[in-house]
């Protein structure tokens, strides 16, 4: 089940340290994006990327940092600034069309971070 | 600013009754919407989009300018329907390709 993977599955982290989660694409896709997933919230967006070299703050970036220096990855820092960093964190991909708007996102199957 | 809501956390149903997940949306421009599901231990996937028109697996949603509503519905509730359901916006412009989405909806099916 290729297309989106991300790792590691679990990650633990000690309060004070930053951690960084990986997340791959191979769908030739212009668009990535980062979420988190918590009960009762739906998914909110951390950041995405429309364009190598290029990323935008979503609606919760503070306390998270990305970079996207591939097409095919692009990578979430949590870092110590994240005040509630326990989450489900989910990276999507998709192609852009019609001008500006993105298409189908298609999902990893998440990352789970616990800060012990 | 774009805003999706979906009012009910939690929706439970007998198999072969009628089930309708509710979502409402406020954006001020054209908006494209979508549902996203979740079954367990899968990832997240498109269910249907707006513009398709198409059904999905028994499911049709209908976008409501009017009411600012895009509710997903379908006739006869499956127990393979239980999952989580995400109703998602898409607005465009400056907002680019990004998707706004709602709380979710816990849909189970009983027998």
């Known amino acids: 089940d290729g297309g989106i993977t991300q790792s590691p599955k679990y990650l633990f982290r000690k309060e004070g340290q930053n951690v960084t989660l990986s997340c791959e694409q191979n769908?030739?896709?212009?668009?990535m994006y980062w979420y988190r997933q918590d009960p009762g919230q739906g998914l909110r967006l951390i950041y995405y990327s429309q364009i190598v070299n290029d990323f935008q703050k979503g609606d919760i970036a503070e306390g998270y940092s990305v970079s996207r220096e591939k097409k095919e990855s692009f990578p979430l820092t949590v870092t110590s600034a994240q005040k509630n960093p326990t989450a489900f964190y989910l990276c999507?991909?998709?192609?852009?069309?019609?001008?500006?708007?993105?298409?189908?996102?298609?999902f990893g199957p998440g990352t789970r971070l616990t800060v012990l | 600013a774009q805003r999706v809501t979906q009012p009910e956390k939690l929706l439970s149903v007998f198999k072969g009754a009628p089930v309708e997940l509710k979502c409402n949306y406020s954006y001020s421009g054209s908006p494209e919407l979508f549902w996203y599901v979740q079954y367990s231990r899968q990832r997240l996937q498109l269910l249907l989009r707006h513009i398709s028109r198409e059904s999905i697996k028994g499911f049709t949603a209908d976008l409501n300018k009017g009411e600012t509503s895009f509710h997903l519905k379908k006739p006869f509730a499956q127990e393979e329907d239980s999952a989580m359901y995400y109703c998602?916006?898409?607005?465009?412009?400056?907002?680019?390709?990004?998707?706004?989405f709602g709380e979710g909806t816990q849909l189970t099916v009983n027998p």
């Open positions: 769908l030739n896709h212009d668009a």
């Open positions: 998602a916006l898409s607005g465009g412009g400056t907002s680019g390709s990004r998707l706004t």
């Open positions: 999507a991909s998709s192609i852009i069309d019609r001008g500006d708007r993105g298409g189908e996102q298609f």
